[in-house]
């Protein structure tokens, strides 16, 4: 008999999640549209002027990616409770914390990564200058991860209940205020040639604790849905 | 007092019950479960067969009472990986092949020294389906699949609930070929299930349990 290591499992479990998404490929473009789409309303909607538009652009643009991820978030686990393959993945013999930030880092680049693939096109709609641009992706790197792993724990403490998308909703909200303020900020200081480093640098502290206590919380989380 | 048995039993629980909102699920059960032993778990609808099968999997926390696993009591680090689960949602995913759902159960689990998906899957007849997505299957050859993982990773001890269900005569006979196979080799296993079965490996033990 053998026991599989542990990075083999964790590229067992990147896989399943990175194939399953992939043979659903018209759900990862759902988000990215989503954003394109408001995006581009902007515009029509105030007027093309580029000064209140270039002051508008970070913020707008953080908003309009951190709701499109709220769009994909729903879905984390609730396939996986439904089929049973949660169930099969707690009895596996893996830490279950590990499992699970798998299955984040899996849906981060399936709904976020292209999400700030397009940013800069979104930037350029909303004129942003060219020069702000990288620190707008900075900003988003850290930023949505930071969103997913947040958004991961919320979902799995309402795994068990039916319909949680509405509370899911609320509950998220004043948790991805800092990172909405600490991103903009970061934008809104690079675009006028102010220091930039410091609102990046709490983003970059905020996502290390979450990266280490978030799997944590999701795998007690999971375990308590799934002892009822 | 002197003990007359020289061997643990696998399992063994004593007074094992289960509380949902203060009031038990089941009336304390006692039981044990040697090595190569086969038993049934019997009762009615609703009487909690179920609830049984997912406290011993470690998915629900033992209620009331004792549960040991070799002797000593049960702790679910101690035991991971030992203890297989077959329950009525199969842990399939839809959107992937018999092979790839069994490439990830391997990934995770292990596997039985060898074992190879290919022959597995032809052994349990599903040959000829080994790409097909599990959603296009039908519901007993979903269930196949899900038996398939017997085969494939190492356990000691197997919980099957319902494994009967849905399943042609070629397929419960199937799954009494699995049981005698894994009695054989020494495995424990414990069985929910409504339909008669017939076992030749001798005549299974009994466990009834009552709301």
Redesign the interface.
């Known amino acids: ?4 290591g542990l990075a ?2 964790c ?3 990147l ?2 999640d990175l ?2 998404a992939w ?2 490929r018209g759900d990862i473009a759902m988000p990215v549209l989503y954003a394109l789409i408001v995006t581009m309303l902007f515009p029509f909607a105030l007027g093309p002027e580029d000064t209140l538009l270039q002051r508008i652009a970070g913020g707008v643009i953080l908003v309009t990616v951190l709701l499109a991820m709220l769009l994909a978030l729903d879905g984390m686990f609730s ?1 996986d409770v ?4 949660l ?8 830490p279950l914390a590990l ?1 699970m930030g798998m299955k984040i880092l899996a849906h981060w680049m399936t709904t976020a990564l292209p999400l700030i693939v397009i940013a800069p096109l979104l930037a350029a709609m909303l004129h942003l200058p060219a020069a702000v641009i990288p620190v707008l992706l900075l900003a988003l790197l850290l930023a949505t991860p930071l969103l997913s792993l947040l958004g991961a724990v919320l979902v799995a403490l309402t795994a068990g209940t039916r319909r949680s998308g509405m509370l899911l909703a609320l509950m998220l909200l004043p948790l991805c205020v800092p990172a909405v303020i600490f991103a903009a900020g970061a934008v809104a200081a690079a675009q006028q040639g102010l220091p930039w480093i410091a609102p990046v640098a709490w983003l970059g502290a905020a996502l290390v604790l979450a990266v280490v206590l978030a799997p944590l919380a999701c795998a007690a989380a999971l375990r308590i849905a ?2 009822a | 007092m002197i003990s007359t048995t020289l061997t643990v039993p696998l399992l063994e629980a004593r007074a094992l019950s289960f509380l949902r909102q203060d009031e038990p699920v089941f009336a304390p059960i006692d039981f044990q479960l040697d090595a190569g032993e086969l038993a049934l778990i019997e009762g009615d609808n609703g009487s909690g067969k179920t609830t049984l099968m997912r406290i011993l ?5 033992v209620g009331a009472g004792e549960l040991f696993w070799r002797g000593e009591p049960m702790q679910r680090d101690r035991c ?2 030992e ?1 297989l ?1 077959l ?10 092949s018999p092979r ?1 759902n069994l ?11 060898g074992s190879s998906i290919t022959s597995i899957l032809a052994e349990i007849g599903l040959g000829g389906f080994e790409d097909e ?1 599990v959603r296009r299957l039908s519901a007993g050859q979903k269930k196949r699949v899900a038996l398939a993982r017997l085969l494939l990773l ?1 356990a000691s001890l197997w919980l099957l609930d319902e494994p009967y269900a849905n399943l042609d005569r070629i397929g419960i006979a199937l799954v009494n070929h699995l049981l005698e196979k894994h009695l054989a080799a020494g495995g424990a296993a414990l069985v929910t299930s409504h339909g008669a079965v017939s076992f030749h490996g001798g005549e299974p033990r009994h466990i009834r349990i009552h709301a």
């Open positions: 008999m053998t026991r599989p083999a499992a590229a067992a479990m896989r399943r194939t399953l043979r659903r396939s439904e089929d049973g393959s169930e099969q993945l707690v009895l596996a013999p893996q499992m799934l002892d | 999997a470690g998915l629900l926390h991971t990986g203890i689960f329950g009525h949602q199969l842990g399939l995913k839809a959107d992937l790839e490439l990830i159960a391997a990934g995770l689990n292990g596997y039985r020294e997505p190492p």
